[in-house]
């Protein structure tokens, strides 16, 4: 069968039938690829850090109006979802190091990332790594979280 049979049936589905106008599709973009460090020491791993590439649309959301012009229509932009070390690791340069490999392999100019409001070991080190605030941020019903944005210097755009 063609394409043109299966993709007449996806539009039928959408309720749009033949000779319609395609909708405009707002949807931000899902990142295709996740890139995950794990840092492994004495064995075992104890730390472990992910994100991917994605558009300011998708990442920033409702908050893109409020972001700074350069990271807000920027075309080299990641998310950082998770940085985490096992307990007994901390202080000792870990989410340092998964952060600085997590940055390399991302190739973005811009990087972002969520983190709860106030004083925290998370928060001193996204400062020591030189995060700035760049506003609220609620995903849903969830509590109202900083976000955080880095300027890498990285030279390639993708
Ligand atoms: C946040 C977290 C990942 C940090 O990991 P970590 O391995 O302790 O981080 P580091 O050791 O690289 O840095 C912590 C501090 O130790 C210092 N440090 C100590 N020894 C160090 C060394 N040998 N080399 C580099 N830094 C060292 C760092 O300078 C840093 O100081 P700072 O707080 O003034 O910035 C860790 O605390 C954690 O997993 N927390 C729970 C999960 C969490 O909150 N994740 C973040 C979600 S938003």
């Known amino acids: 069968m063609g394409r043109g049979p299966r993709r007449a049936r996806r539009r039928r589905a959408r309720g749009l039938h033949p000779g319609d106008p395609a909708p405009p599709d707002h949807r931000p973009r899902p990142p295709r690829r996740v890139t995950l460090i794990v840092a492994y020491a004495a064995g075992q ?16 959301g ?4 409020a972001i700074t012009a350069q990271a ?10 998770e940085l985490a070390v096992r307990t007994g690791w901390h202080g ?3 989410g340092t190091s998964i952060h600085t490999a997590l940055v390399a392999a991302l ?4 990087v972002s990332l969520l983190a709860m409001p106030g004083d925290s070991p998370a928060r001193r080190l996204y400062d020591h790594l030189g995060y700035q605030y ?11 979280l900083d976000l955080l944005l ?9």
């Open 92 to 94: 000792q340069g870990v």
């Open 72 to 81: 807000r229509d920027t075309d080299s932009l990641a998310g950082i979802c």
């Open 62 to 65: 409702d908050l893109r109006p």
């Open 134 to 144: 760049a506003g609220p941020y609620r995903a849903g019903d969830g509590p109202v």
């Open 107 to 110: 190739r973005t100019q811009w």
């Open 45 to 60: 791993a104890v730390g472990i850090g992910y994100g991917f590439r994605c558009t300011p649309d998708y990442w920033f």
């Open 150 to 158: 880095l300027r890498t210097g990285a030279a390639t755009v993708v």
